[in-house]
């Protein structure tokens, strides 16, 4: 990772992260702690976390704990969120949403073709069924 991508990262966590990391605190009623696995994004994509990918994943949340019967499943099943990005090429076939002992795993092609990643409809569909 280069110093151009770790000033767009660091831009994007001042700017955005902890609004991001409030708003689904709050939504899910408990911390959930989010690490964006900024190394495996390439440089043109990191632009794209906050309004592709944290957005989505809020909206995703916030359907999923409309409810406490919702609300108490997240905050029992998940207890925090690991977003990695793939290259474009291929993404819509390695792209992947993965619960495993409590990490929920957000893996796609952020900034690329939107068949590339997840929208808020598939990442709440994923959590209904995983939890």
Known sequence: MGLQEKRAAKSIEEQYLANYQEEINEI??????????????????IKFVPSVCLQRLTDGLREVCKDDMGKEAVQEGVNSIEVYCIPNEGAEAKKELKLDNGVFSLTACWGGHHSGYFIDITIREYLENNL
């Open 28 to 45: 899910v009623g408990k911390s959930l702690p989010i690490t964006i696995n900024w190394d495996t994004f390439e440089f043109d994509y």
